[in-house]
């Protein structure tokens, strides 16, 4: 398997454009997460799935911020519209079942809101 | 609601010698694992180790291992030998099991030659 695959790897988007985020989890991992990275904030859980369900999506910061996973191998972030303090790193993680021995990390997008 | 602690903001080490990264996880729940990634200058997020609640024995992984304390629910993370390339970022994070997983503030790991 190639692992969690994030795109895009960069996006600068000017204050007020859309932006969508994706993700593949690895086959058979039934949780997705989303986390957000900043200097200010380290590592801050967005929202997770189990099984394309979301189950807590308590630290999704605005209702700017939405996240769906339509079926098992693909989610996606959107943020709409985009603020300059969006700006970050979103990764997205995935696990398999429960019992959560591995959990691995897509490459990251960073985000640049200018 | 839970909470990662991890103590130290910063450590330098020489090489070839072991270092201990701290790390505690706060839950009420007895079910529950912890995880260690490295995150290197690069950016990317690399899984090194996990310990579940219930295992008998402490995780190893080739140079890391974990010092698994289930009373004081914590995990800390022993690199045994270390190498310049293991100065990196480190993160511990912890889950109940079947719920999120959340992270500590990492610790920044400087390997001296």
Redesign the interface.
Known sequence: DAGVIQSPRHEVTEMGQEVTLRCKPISGHDYL?W?RQTMMR??E?LI?F?NNVP??DSGMPEDRFSAKMPNASFSTLKIQPSEPRDSA?Y?C?S?RD????????G??T?LTVV | AQKITQTQPGMFVQEKEAVTLDCTYDTSDQSY?L?W?KQPSS?????LI?Q?SYDEQNATEGRYSLNFQKARKSANLVISASQLGDSAMY?C?G?D??????????TRLHILP
């Open positions: 997460f986390y380290g590592l859980l997770y189990n189950i807590d790193v990764f993680a696990t429960y019992s959560y021995t591995e959990a691995f990390f490459q990251g960073r | 694992g995880f990634y950016g990317e997020m690399i899984f996990y579940g993160f994070a889950g099991i079947d719920d999120k997983i959340i992270f500590g503030k990492g």
